[in-house]
């Protein structure tokens, strides 16, 4: 494997990885068209056990066939693919080696009442399968992120010992917060520096609106100001709370939306200073070519 500038300065930011992190993370920052350029792609497929199959994948019925998402992933040149435990057990052997994958190892679920997420698969589970890396959600403001903090110690610790890369879903929920909250400037950058102490490797959180939401935050940003006057200020504003840009952060694609909409999300990600996107309904509620098309000029994007 051969390791480009850009890649080579990613890699020399975390400092206390062993050489099998190191290799992982390579393999997710070299795979598929991005390989290279620093930026990357990746299919997450975790939404049936957050909204139920039909909400999922009723839009594109072929979309129920895990099968399906491996295709999806490879056939558009994405740098990974994450899912929970069984939807990677159905097409671990059959894909094996064609693109990087990350267990997705908790979850939540909308029959739930409780803002909090089960631990679903095993740093064990992603060795067996040939995983890159593992994922994690947190929800910073929920009454049960320091259970989550802890649980992502124990996983993060255990990944890393075994030369695994740590992705963090980084969602703010909870009491304090109201759907604005959730997405606001400020509390989008307090979620990704928490993922970014939690020794995440890789911090995945939402596009961040230009609301500040918290009062405490409100006089320091006063003082202090930011630009949010364009998405691509709000994320180079994320990139900064991530250590500086000494970590990879991607956004979200969020519910399903327009092209339009979501190709100029992903100008300002870009423009931003973002490392890429991890999108899934935007992409695979919608049939295949449409979907590789789609994928085509988000890489297009992200490419320049």
């Not at 594109?60 to 069984?86: K, Q, V, W």
């Not at 950058?189 to 939402?206: D, T």
């Not at 840009?245 to 973002?274: A, K, M, P, Q």
Request: proline share 5%.
């Amino acid at each position: 494997m051969t390791l480009t500038p850009q890649v080579k300065a990613i890699l020399n930011q975390y400092e206390s990885d062993n050489p099998g992190t190191k290799m992982n993370l390579a393999r997710l920052l070299n795979a598929g068209r991005l390989g290279g350029t620093g930026k990357m792609v990746i299919l997450p497929v975790d939404q049936g056990f957050e909204h139920g199959p039909a909400r999922s994948f009723a839009a594109n019925p072929a979309a129920y066939d895990p099968h399906y998402h491996f295709e999806l992933a490879i056939e558009a040149g994405l740098s990974g693919y994450a899912a929970p435990l069984g939807m990677l057990e159905c097409g671990a052997a059959t894909y094996a080696g064609e693109i990087p994958l990350i267990l997705k190892c908790n979850s939540s679920n909308s029959l739930a009442t409780e803002k909090d997420q089960a631990v679903t698969g095993t740093v064990a589970d992603a060795l067996r399968l040939g995983c890159s890396g593992i994922g994690f959600t947190i929800y910073p403001g929920s009454e049960y992120c320091f259970d989550q903090m802890e649980e992502l110690r124990e996983l993060a610790a255990e990944a890393k010992s075994v030369g695994l890369a740590v992705i963090v879903w980084s969602y703010p929920r909870g009491p304090m917060l109201d759907k604005k909250a959730e997405t606001a400037l400020d509390i989008c950058a307090y979620a990704a520096h928490m993922a970014a102490l939690c020794g995440a490797h890789i911090i995945k959180v939402k596009p961040p609106t230009d609301v500040v939401a918290l009062d405490a935050a409100k006089s320091t940003y006063e003082k202090h100001p930011v630009d949010v006057s364009t998405l691509a200020s709000r994320v180079r504003h994320i990139v900064q709370s991530s250590f500086g840009g000494r970590r990879i952060v991607i956004f979200s694609g969020g519910e399903h939306t327009g092209t339009d909409n979501l190709l100029n999300t992903i100008r300002g990600i870009n423009e931003g200073g973002g490392f890429g996107s991890i999108i899934g309904r935007n992409v695979f509620q919608r049939p295949k070519a449409e979907a590789l098309g789609l994928l085509d000029q988000i890489i297009d994007i992200l490419k320049n």
